[in-house]
């Protein structure tokens, strides 16, 4: 008999997460409901609650939901920029949840050290050797890394250059990677380079469990890879994280909202972190728009290149079932080429 080879690859995932397979399906604001979550753990993967800027007692009420869901393990991911954020943190470690993932900006040493204290394992996201390093001095105990391929809120290094930098250079903890990844074949190939498991967006937005609306999922079923472009930051004196999303009117809205801040600004009739904060209102009011409302063509898109290679609804068992056989297959044809 054939030895399965996924299963080697995917132990140190699967031992860190505590699931049957460490395929991890990224925090999505509006998208990430306990519905979702609650899904994906069931059928075997791993999933967080999105934090985003949601008020505490909803939080809490996601949270307890997701519990009554499923009893596999989950985790909520906190977005260290949001204003609810210090609020989120403190109803976290009072919740005692198993795993925090620590996005937006990197958390600081106190603030691990916070969740730390609770019990929960804690997963940071880096996007250069030097901040992997830092992160595990504050105590992270896992890493992600998410290149710019990803959907929404994106950094400025392909996934490609990430894995060189990061993941072939660093083996203290496992490192999990994202941005780029819709196919079992693809993550065959990021097992081989060390990846200790792969966290998708966009397939799981696809997912028959996933409660956007379907003109958000038929926008999907019709685009291309390049119709997912990140915003342009205008002007460095309004720093603003790039955001991924299909091109639409929202996008020309976001590009004259910024003209429209920087004019305030130099009026002085706003100053910058107040005008930062306009821009993140804007992004979470557009996404609740497309991904509730239905509304495509005003409403945030917020989709990873991988769109181009999403083109029906599945159920997430089905996707995850998908995945892991062609996984397996392609593991199993690089063996025979080897060999």
């Avoid at 429209?260 to 910058?272: G, I, P, S």
Wanted: some cysteine; overall charge neutral.
């Amino acid at each position: 008999m054939q030895e399965k080879l996924l299963d080697r690859f995917e132990k140190r995932g699967k031992d860190f997460l505590g699931v049957e397979h460490p395929i991890i399906c990224g925090a999505m604001t509006w998208v990430s409901d306990p519905k979702l979550i609650a899904s994906v753990c069931n059928a075997g993967g791993f999933a967080c609650l999105a934090g985003g800027n949601a008020p505490v007692e909803i939080l809490r009420q996601q949270i307890e939901e997701t519990r009554k869901l499923t009893d596999k393990p989950f985790g909520v991911n906190l977005i260290t920029i949001a204003p609810a954020y210090k609020a989120q943190l403190k109803l976290l470690s009072e919740m005692k949840l198993p795993y925090v993932i620590f996005a937006g900006s990197f958390p600081r040493h106190a603030e691990v050290d916070i969740v730390k204290k609770t019990g929960a394992k804690v997963i940071c996201f880096a996007s250069t050797l030097s901040i992997a390093k830092r992160m595990i001095g504050y105590g992270a105990d896992a890493l992600i890394l998410e290149g710019m391929e990803a959907g929404g809120h994106v950094g400025h290094v392909t996934l490609a250059i990430l894995l060189q930098q990061v993941l072939f250079e660093f083996d203290e903890v496992p490192v999990f990677v994202g941005g780029g990844i819709a196919t079992g074949k693809m993550c065959a190939h990021m097992y081989t380079m060390g990846a200790a498991g792969v966290q998708l967006g966009t397939r799981f937005a696809m997912a028959e469990e996933c409660c956007a609306h379907e003109n958000f999922k038929n926008a999907f079923i019709k685009a291309k890879a390049r119709d997912a472009i990140a915003t342009p930051q205008l002007d460095s004196r309004l720093p603003v994280v790039a955001v991924r999303a299909l091109r639409n009117k929202g996008t020309d809205d976001f590009s004259r909202l910024q003209f429209k801040l920087l004019e305030k600004m130099d009026a002085k009739e706003v100053n910058r972190p107040d005008a930062q904060m306009k821009v993140e209102e804007f992004w979470m009011g557009r996404l609740r728009e497309a991904v509730m409302d239905g509304d495509v063509s005003h409403g945030s898109l917020m989709a990873g290149q991988t769109v181009g290679l999403v083109d029906k609804v599945m159920s997430v068992q089905a996707i995850i079932d998908e995945l892991t056989e062609d996984t397996e297959k392609e593991l199993q044809r690089v063996r025979g080429l080897l060999a």
